[in-house]
């Protein structure tokens, strides 16, 4: 079986989506796509990173994943 080639991925919270009071979403960023969903599911190991106030985004989570799935809103990153 051949390992399956691995890709960055980058996962943050939509902050205007919250300031327009619209729906609470998560943004996903996987090979060159951003898909904008309600909640992620991690399927692979992710670091955490946070930057001070006054940048954006505060939060990320990265990390290296084969595919990003996404289905009723929900994405699973795998």
Avoid: D
Avoid at 5 to 28: D, E, G, I, P, S
């Amino acid at each position: 079986m051949t390992p399956t080639k691995k890709y960055a991925f980058f996962a943050h919270f939509n902050r205007v989506n919250m300031q327009r009071k619209l729906a609470q979403v998560w943004t996903v960023h996987f090979r060159g796509t951003c898909y904008q969903v309600e909640g992620i599911k991690f399927k692979v190991p992710t670091v955490t990173r946070f930057v001070p106030e006054g940048k954006q985004p505060r939060a990320t989570m990265r990390g290296l994943a084969s595919r990003v799935t996404v289905s009723n809103g929900q994405a699973v990153v795998q």
